[in-house]
């Protein structure tokens, strides 16, 4: 979360005096957060291959970064009022040393989680090892320099750092996207990011070198004269603080995690959510002139509507117009929310205060989205619930306005017609998220997203969703329950190779992502199907409401966990046939993609070995993308179709076939249509790739 600085009424010009301690003060700020902001991206993504590629990774990394950012408050708070400058200084410069011991940040591979293991937990404790300490030196540097800067330069406002403070921060998010991802590795990156932390703390240790020179007796009058002129802030002021600072917290997170789940989990998509963010804080505690309550809460509203609006399309609305709308709705509940803290800021007195209890509202809405809903919730409903506190916090915002109407209850109609209406959309709200759920007999919620098992109308069929995306599908009759339904019919790409290749003899059979487990059905006496599947609650519901495994004549075995990470540590399986079926639904697990992954699938299959990959999404082409790992790997392929039949259950798909050997025509015949391959071949790595270009 961006350090926010109270931005005070400009003074007048420091004297030539203060000057080099301007300089000093100021570079200190500026490089504290344009490495607290390119850190957060940088370390998420290096470390996103090794949970899953899961949406809910950059959550857990926020719920991070956002407590230690309050611990980072606390801790400056506490510093700058309960010891003196010497000891302050002492301390601050320890810790300094301390972290720069602990460099680079560089998770080591250790860390990498076991199959089964708790990816939460996993996540902060390996974020606490490589970044904690400097992060929250880092977190601390805005208001702690702040205030060390008052005492130093009486008479020079802070404003100056705070406007480079904003700078920097917004200069980190912008270019780690666009120029620091593209160019430089993961390692690369973290090490850059290290030395830049040594030099950073070289300059903090010199601010605290000259808090050797402040006496206490100095620090007391600057204290008595900024009592003098300030009012303490109420309790009810505090509260309101940390009440906006939580509603936005909440949205940020929420609308964050809609967009990668409708997208993808890419950085870009992380730090899209963010600066807008952050880009409110600079407006808004830029002065009066970009903040207008009555222009800014009117334009909420309407906003509010029209994600309200965009949540109940779902899946009809394009995914160029969901993004727009979520972050329009998430740029004017931050203005909203911003504007109203800019407004209340206190005096220099109660600075660190007031930090504090804006970082405390970020880190419970982290909390609340990150660690508490998705164990009391069964659906994605966080965003309905930042939605809802949208619509609450602007009545509330009236209610303490002495010039507003509605201050302490008055215009009795005006408040009856508020009420009404934000209970017309919280009913709204209610139904569509209870609506989410449909007719399920099963709905589980984990840290991989939402499962759901629902019949269809006459009890026919049972089916799996992962979100709104069909993952599998099965016949409820004792005749038709082997038949292989959706994306695995008998004319689809993988269907016409399990029924034509090496068949009468043994194989071996990789499957990564069970589903359901369809593909079992094509298994004769002899074969192996072994499926890697990395969501437990996947393997719990196809055991549990759907018989595609116990009904396979071959034997079967389920490896839990990260199927890289499993085909890591497994000696080579010799596969016949190694089947990839994990890009079907909207956030897509780029790292089985690259030419690192690619490389350890070929090593798992025999010399005439298949790879099958289902490429059938709503929204992505990834034809080029496969395309290149083939051409890398100096393998034939055949991009193959299989046309749907809602008779037979199966729907329109679309396969590659891979092969070191030229691919059967038998094989592609066997299927309902090949597709030339005129795309320019694109190779991603672990460290780079662009899944904004394959939008369809």
């Given at each position: 979360?961006p350090?926010?600085e ?7 010009p420091?004297t ?13 700020i ?5 490495l607290?902001?390119q850190?957060q ?9 090794w949970f ?27 510093l ?16 300094l ?5 602990s ?5 080591d ?7 089964g293991?708790n ?12 970044v904690g300490?400097?992060?929250?030196l ?5 208001p702690?320099?702040?205030?060390w ?30 120029v620091?991802?593209?160019v430089?590795?993961s390692?690369?990156?973290a ?13 903090c ?11 206490p007796?100095r620090?007391a ?7 003098d ?9 505090r509260?309101m603080?940390?009440?906006l ?5 909440v949205m940020l997170?929420a ?6 789940l409708d ?13 807008i963010?952050?880009?409110?804080f600079?407006l808004?505690f ?6 207008s309550?009555?222009t ?12 309200i609006?965009?949540l ?30 800019a ?14 209890l804006?970082s ?13 809903a ?10 309905h ?38 209970g ?18 099963a709905v589980?919620r984990?840290?991989y ?16 969703f ?5 993952h599998?599908?099965?016949f409820l009759?004792?005749?038709r329950r082997t ?19 090496r ?17 079992a ?7 192996l ?8 609650e996947v ?13 396979t ?13 499993s085909?890591?540590?497994e000696?080579?399986?010799q ?11 909207d956030a ?5 993609l ?26 992505f082409?990834?034809?080029?993308v496969v ?11 055949a ?6 039949d ?6 329109r ?20 249509g ?5 795309e320019r071949p694109v ?14």
């Open positions: 979360m350090s926010v109270s931005a005070m009424p400009t003074d007048p420091a030539t005096r203060h000057r080099g301690v301007v300089l000093l003060f100021a570079a200190t500026f490089s504290s957060a344009f607290l902001f850190v991206p940088l370390i998420s993504r290096f470390i996103l291959p899953g590629g899961s949406p809910a990774v950059w959550s857990t990394c926020m719920l991070f970064f956002q407590v230690v950012l309050f611990a980072g408050y606390l801790y400056a708070h506490l700058s009022t309960r010891l003196s400058p010497r000891w302050q200084a002492s301390l601050h410069a320890a810790l040393a301390g972290a720069v011991m460099l680079p940040i560089t998770p591979a250790s860390w990498k989680p076991a199959p293991e990816p939460t937990l996993r996540i902060i404790l390996l974020l606490g090892a490589c300490l400097p992060y929250l880092l977190s601390s540097t805005g702690l320099l702040q205030r800067f008052s005492q130093q330069a009486p008479g020079t406002s802070p404003y100056r750092l705070y406007a480079l403070s904003n700078v920097g921060s917004l200069l980190a998010l912008v270019t780690f996207p666009f620091v991802e593209p430089f590795s390692p690369v990156q090490e850059t990011w290290s030395w830049g932390f040594r030099a950073f703390a070289i300059l240790i010199a601010c605290a070198a000259r808090q050797w020179t402040i006496s007796t620090c009058q600057v204290a008595t004269r900024a009592h002129r300030e009012s303490a802030p109420t309790w009810g002021d509260l603080w940390f009440t600072a939580a509603v936005a917290s997170l609308t964050t995690n809609q967009v990668c997208v993808a989990t890419v950085p870009f998509l992380w730090i899209l959510p963010l600066t963010y952050l880009l409110s600079i808004c830029d002065g009066n002139r970009w903040y309550r009555k800014c809460v009117a334009l909420l509203f309407v906003s509010l509507i029209a994600v609006n965009t109940m399309g779902g899946v009809n609305v394009s995914i160029i117009l969901q993004v727009l709308v979520y972050l329009t709705g998430l740029f004017f509940c931050c203005m909203v929310c911003h504007g109203e803290l407004s209340q800021k206190p005096g220099v007195r109660h600075l660190t205060s007031f930090y504090l804006i405390a509202g970020g880190a419970v809405g982290g909390v609340f989205v990150g660690l508490i998705p164990y009391i919730f069964s659906g994605y409903w966080e965003l619930i930042g939605l809802l506190a949208c619509l609450l916090v602007m009545p509330l915002i009236y209610y303490r306005d002495k010039a507003s109407l509605l201050y302490r209850g008055g215009s009795r109609p005006l408040w009856t017609t508020i009420v009404v209406t934000i017309l959309l919280s009913v709204g709200l209610a139904r569509h998220a209870w609506g989410m759920l449909g007719d399920s007999i589980s984990n840290f997203g939402v499962l759901r098992v629902s019949d269809n109308a006459d009890q026919t069929r049972r089916a799996l992962h979100g709104t995306i069909l599998g599908m099965q009759d004792e005749e038949v292989p339904t959706t994306y695995y019919g008998v004319r689809s790409g993988a269907g016409a190779v399990l029924q034509h290749h068949v009468g003899e043994p194989r071996r059979i990789g499957i990564v992502g069970l589903g359901v487990g369809t593909l059905t094509y298994g004769q006496p002899g074969d199907f072994r499926c890697y599947e990395i969501n437990p393997v719990r519901l196809a055991d549990e409401y759907f018989t595609f495994l116990s009904d004549k071959a034997a079967t075995e389920v490896i839990l966990g990260d199927a890289r990470l085909l890591e540590h000696p080579d399986q596969y016949d046939v190694l089947v990839l079926d994990a890009f079907s639904g897509i697990p780029t790292h089985l690259t030419r690192e992954a690619a490389d350890l699938y070929v090593r798992h299959l025999r010399d005439d070995g298949i790879l099958c990959v289902h490429i059938s999404n709503i929204h082409d990834l034809r080029p395309h290149g790992v083939a051409e890398h790997l100096g393998m034939h392929v991009s193959v179709e299989g046309a749907g809602k008779e037979q259950g199966t729907q798909c679309y396969w590659m076939l891979l092969s070191r050997r030229p691919i059967d025509s038998s094989l592609i015949a066997a299927t309902d090949q597709h030339a391959l005129d190779l991603w790595t672990d460290y780079w790739s662009n899944l904004l270009s394959a939008l369809r």
